[in-house]
C-alpha cells in the first residue's frame, strides 16, 4: 500500500460515539490516547470499521470529497486504481512542455474550481490567441485559410440560431428541475439536428463541429443537443465565452499542482494501483474488496470513479434496477488527446476539419524557439494512435502540408481501463431519463462524480462540485447515524 499521509487523528465520528457516552472529559482523553496509539491500518472481516470513509477515485472529486471530510475531523482513506492521482485530468510532461492529457482548461464562470484556484493561489497560463484558422471540408485534401473578418461573425450568427433556446432549456444551468420540462421537450434532439435545422453548411459548419466534437468527444448525430445547450449557457450564451471557457486558461503547473495541494489539507491515507472490485453494506458499515485480496472497513464510501466503469465494482446489495441500466447502457464518449511537435514556428493557429478524419480539431498549444507543440482531439480510437509520428504526419498534412513532425504523444482515454471513455457527456435522450439516480445514497454507499452532477458536468469544475457535495452527504448520513 503506498500511503500518501499517515491520518494522525481518530475518526471525527469514533471521537464524537466516544464523547456521546462517556461525557467530555473522558471523550476527549479517549480521543488523545487514540491519536497517539492507533493508526487506520489495512482491515479484514473480523475487525471493526478502520475509517469513516473509504473513498474510490483520486480524481477532482474523490480528492475534494477527502479534502472537506478530512477538515471537519474524519479519517479517510482513498484508493485509485492507477498509478497517479488525477483521474481523467492527467498531469505529464513532454521534454520541455508541461502537458495535460486530460481535463486542461477552467475560467471564472466555473465557480466551484475558481474557488479552489482562489484558495490555493493556483497560477494561471494564456492560452497562445488564435492567429490563423484553417478549415479542412470534406471532400477536401487540404485546408483552406479562413478569412476570421468573415466567418467569425458568421459563426456568431449561426451559434445564436443555434442555441436560440439555450436560455430557455437552461435558464438555470445548476437548477434542471426549474426548466425541466424544457429539456424533455428537447432531449430527443441531436446536435446534427439541430445543424440542419438552422441549415449550417460550408466552411461555418465545419468550424463548429470540429468545436463541438471536441467538446463533447462523440459523432454529431449522439451529441445530445440539450448537453450542447448547457455548454453554452454556461458559457455566457456567446461564442467568445464558448471559445474562451473551452480552450483559453490553464494550470501553469499543472492540475496536478492543484490535485497535490488539496490532498495535503486532506490529511488521507492513499493507495495507489489498488483496484477495488467489490463494495459490500453490512452490520452498519462498509466492507471494499481489492483486486489483490484486501479488503478494508469504513462507515462509510464514496464511490467516484466514470461511469463507464461502474460495471467494474460488484455491489450488495446491488445497485438499484434503473441505474443498473444506465451503468450497462454507458456514455458515448470516446477519443483521443495528442500532443504533436512540428518543426519551427508555425504560428497560433486553429485547425478544423470534418468528424470523419483522425483529428478534426488542431490547434497551438505551446512553443519554444526551435518548434510549435499543436495540440488535437478526435473519436476514432479504434483506428488512431496518438502517439504515432508517421500517424501524426498523415493529420498534420492536411492542414499544414509543408511542416515536419518531430514527435507526437498522447493518450486514448477510449483504451484506458480504468476511464473507457473521455469525460461523460449524455447521449441523446439520456438525461431526461437519467433525472435523480446518481448524487444519491440509499444506505452507506454514495455515488457520484463529474458525470452525474448539475452545472458543468464532465468538467473539471463539475468534478469539484460533485466532491463537496459528496462529502456533505456523507457528514450529514454519519452524524444523524450517531
Excluded at 471523550?27 to 469513516?52: F, H, I, R
Excluded at 483504451?415 to 431526461?432: C, E, I, M, N
Aim: proline share 4%; net charge negative; aromatic share 10%.
Amino acid at each position: 500500500m503506498n500511503d500518501r499521509e499517515d491520518v494522525k487523528k481518530p475518526g471525527r465520528r469514533a471521537a464524537l460515539k466516544a464523547i456521546g457516552a462517556a461525557g467530555l472529559g473522558a471523550g476527549l482523553a479517549a480521543s488523545c490516547t487514540t491519536a497517539q496509539s492507533a493508526e487506520p491500518v489495512k482491515q479484514t472481516d473480523a475487525t471493526p470499521n478502520g475509517y469513516d470513509v473509504i473513498i474510490v477515485g483520486a480524481g477532482f472529486t474523490g480528492i475534494t470529497a477527502a479534502r472537506d471530510l478530512g477538515q471537519q475531523g474524519y479519517s479517510v482513506l482513498i484508493l485509485e486504481a492507477q498509478n497517479r492521482i488525477g483521474g481523467r485530468t492527467f498531469s505529464s510532461e513532454l521534454d520541455s512542455h508541461k502537458v495535460e492529457m486530460g481535463g486542461t482548461w477552467v475560467h471564472w464562470f466555473q465557480p466551484h474550481i475558481w474557488s479552489e484556484i482562489t484558495r490555493y493561489g493556483a497560477e494561471l497560463k494564456e492560452m497562445p490567441a488564435a492567429e490563423r484558422f484553417l478549415a479542412l471540408n470534406a471532400g477536401n485534401e487540404t485546408a483552406t485559410d479562413v478569412d476570421l473578418a468573415t466567418y467569425l461573425p458568421q459563426m456568431g450568427a449561426t451559434y445564436a440560431q443555434i442555441f436560440a433556446d439555450a436560455s430557455l432549456i437552461w435558464p438555470r444551468p445548476y437548477d434542471q428541475d426549474f426548466s425541466w420540462d424544457q429539456i424533455v421537450a428537447h432531449d430527443q434532439i441531436t446536435f446534427k439536428d439541430r445543424l440542419d435545422e438552422v441549415g449550417a453548411t460550408g466552411i461555418v459548419r465545419t468550424m463548429i463541429e470540429a468545436q463541438m466534437l471536441s467538446v463533447a468527444q462523440q459523432p454529431m448525430d449522439e451529441i445530445s443537443y440539450v448537453e450542447a445547450a448547457r455548454f453554452y449557457a454556461l458559457s455566457g450564451g456567446t461564442l467568445n465565452g464558448f471559445f474562451d471557457v473551452m480552450s483559453r486558461y490553464k494550470f501553469a503547473d499543472g492540475t496536478k499542482g492543484l490535485l497535490d495541494s488539496m490532498l495535503k489539507d486532506a490529511g488521507a491515507k492513499l493507495s495507489l494501483s489498488t483496484v477495488v472490485t467489490d463494495i459490500r453494506e453490512a452490520d452498519g458499515g462498509v466492507s471494499v474488496l481489492t483486486e489483490d485480496g484486501a479488503t478494508y472497513e469504513a462507515e462509510t464510501a464514496i464511490v467516484t470513479v466514470p461511469f463507464n466503469t461502474l460495471g467494474m465494482v460488484q455491489f450488495d446489495p446491488p445497485l438499484p434496477p434503473k441505474m443498473q441500466g444506465f451503468v450497462d447502457e454507458g456514455m458515448g464518449t470516446r477519443g483521443y488527446k495528442t500532443f504533436v511537435e512540428v518543426e519551427g514556428d508555425v504560428g497560433n493557429i486553429v485547425g478544423m476539419g470534418p468528424e470523419d478524419i483522425m483529428l478534426p480539431m488542431l490547434f497551438t498549444y505551446d512553443k519554444t524557439p526551435t518548434s510549435t507543440l499543436l495540440v488535437g482531439f478526435g473519436t476514432k480510437f479504434e483506428d488512431y494512435d496518438p502517439n504515432d509520428r508517421a500517424a501524426a504526419q498523415e493529420c498534420i498534412s492536411y492542414y499544414l502540408p509543408d511542416v515536419k513532425v518531430l514527435q507526437a504523444y498522447g493518450y486514448s482515454w477510449s483504451l484506458d481501463p480504468f476511464a473507457q471513455g473521455f469525460h461523460g457527456v449524455y447521449r441523446t435522450g439520456q438525461l431526461s431519463r437519467i433525472k435523480d439516480t446518481f448524487n444519491t445514497h440509499e444506505g452507506r454507499v454514495l455515488i457520484t462524480g463529474a458525470d452525474h452532477v448539475e452545472g458543468w458536468r464532465s468538467f473539471i469544475d463539475g468534478a469539484v462540485a460533485a466532491g463537496s457535495i459528496a462529502a456533505r452527504h456523507v457528514d450529514q448520513l454519519l452524524t444523524e447515524a450517531l
